[in-house]
């Protein structure tokens, strides 16, 4: 038993595949990713999904898109 559940782990998996969580938060979740073929599948769906966002986020933005941010902040204030 690796004292993390499928609930725990699923929460997490975000966090870990971003590097967010320390050495002792991720160990019981890796042990339970070995043992649970579902959790891993989600696992590996998110780790996909990270990384095309990450392709889709490299590029710089459009410059109307900067000037729509900038000018939505602008009306915060």
């Known amino acids: 038993m690796s004292g993390c559940d499928c ?13 967010e ?3 002792a ?4 979740i890796r042990e339970h990713l ?8 989600e696992q590996q769906v998110f780790e996909k999904l990270t990384v095309a966002v990450r392709r889709a986020c490299e590029g710089a ?5 900067r000037d729509a941010v900038l000018g939505s902040l602008r009306d915060l204030d």
Not at 13 to 19: A, D, H, P, Y
Not at 25 to 28: F, M, T, V
Not at 34 to 41: I, L, P
């Open 7 to 19: 609930g725990h782990a699923r929460a997490n998996l975000e966090e870990l595949i971003r590097g």
């Open 21 to 23: 969580l320390c050495d």
């Open 34 to 41: 070995e043992t649970c073929s579902d959790c891993r599948d």
């Open 25 to 28: 938060d991720c160990a019981p």
């Open 61 to 65: 933005a459009p410059p109307s898109l």
